[in-house]
């Protein structure tokens, strides 16, 4: 069903998130930091004979190989925002993305995990003031990445808190900066205790814990952003609002469906039934004050012609 271009809820199919360009922008600016970040280290580890501040300028060229899925996924969906190809636009690109990075996450979580076991039966020789010098900058380079990734949530207070705002590639991008923030702080905290008591074992065991952190937040972009790829039915507060304002004076909701398009966007398919039904559009104009949704189609069946249909199939 096409809608009418004057019809309240028809909004073409740019599903981009509200934020979308900032977003973009804050997440090319965290990528130039990691890179700037990685250049210093690597330069200082080679003029001053550094393992550890090499491998963590090498880390960091990994850490920016990560980030840019998302901020490549940021530039992909905006030039193809008016692609007629995608049927309901490119809104999903980001949590294609955000899937993408939580995955790899999840891989490195394991990766620190291994080389956490392994550590506590072949122990290795660890230079504590260059590894918590290189522990302490990582930190501080995340930190400032976390907080220029950092989502505002000031606007997503309609209905319940249920992140309708939530971009979920901002969120793989925070995570990742943030998994990296908290294995520096793990770090620097065995660090120090393997230097002052002689437990090289903290090492070891900051690792797996940290990992089991990352792990834990992989799991729920995974579920999250994995919903949303698959069209997982959207339940809770939305769902009854629809209801709730299309189910009066006798009219009653057959069949709905309410899922997620994009960031702050939301698509509905409504078979409504009524001794008197009113038109499509009007039962559109009940939910325009529902700003999240953004592409709503109306199936409207008389209740007397339901009853004639059902009892002829019988």
């Known amino acids: ?33 990691t890179l700037a970040t990685m250049v210093a280290e690597i330069v200082a580890g080679t003029v001053f004979g550094s393992m550890a501040l090499l ?64 550590r506590f039966f072949e122990p290795i020789s660890i230079r504590f003031d260059e590894a918590i010098l290189v522990a302490v900058l990582g930190l501080v380079v995340n930190l400032a990445s976390a907080w220029l990734l950092r989502e505002d949530h000031a606007h997503s207070h309609d209905h319940g808190h249920d992140h309708h705002h939530s971009d979920h590639n901002l969120r793989a991008a925070y995570l990742h900066v943030l998994a990296d923030a908290l294995t520096s702080v793990v770090a620097i905290a065995a660090l120090v205790l393997g230097r002052q008591f002689g437990w090289m074992w903290m090492d070891a065991v900051g690792g797996l814990l940290g990992a089991l952190v990352i792990l834990r937040w992989s799991y729920g972009l995974v579920r999250d952003t994995g919903g949303v790829l698959l069209d997982v039915e959207r339940g809770g507060d939305l769902a009854s609002a629809v209801r709730e304002r299309i189910e ?55 209740r007397e012609n339901h009853r004639r249909v059902a009892a002829a199939r019988g």
């Open 55 to 118: 491998a963590d300028g090498w880390h960091m060229a990994t850490h920016a190989g990560a980030l840019s899925i998302g901020a490549l996924a940021y530039a992909w969906a905006r030039r193809r925002v008016h692609d007629p190809r995608f049927v309901f636009g490119t809104g999903k690109v980001g949590d294609l993305a955000g899937y993408t990075s939580a995955v790899a996450l999840a891989g490195v979580a394991l990766l620190i995990a291994w080389e956490s076991f392994t």
């Open 248 to 302: 009066q004076d006798g009219d009653l909701v057959l069949d709905q469906h309410v899922w997620r398009l994009g960031p702050g966007h939301f698509g509905a398919i409504l078979v409504v039934e009524s001794d008197d039904p009113l038109t499509p559009r009007e039962y559109r104009a009940r939910l325009v004050d529902l700003a999240v949704l953004a592409h709503v189609t109306v199936e409207v069946r008389t």
């Open 1 to 33: 069903m096409h809608q009418d271009p004057t019809d309240p809820l028809h909004r073409g199919h740019d599903f981009l998130g509200a934020q979308h360009d900032r977003n973009e922008r804050r997440l090319w600016l965290v990528i130039a930091l």
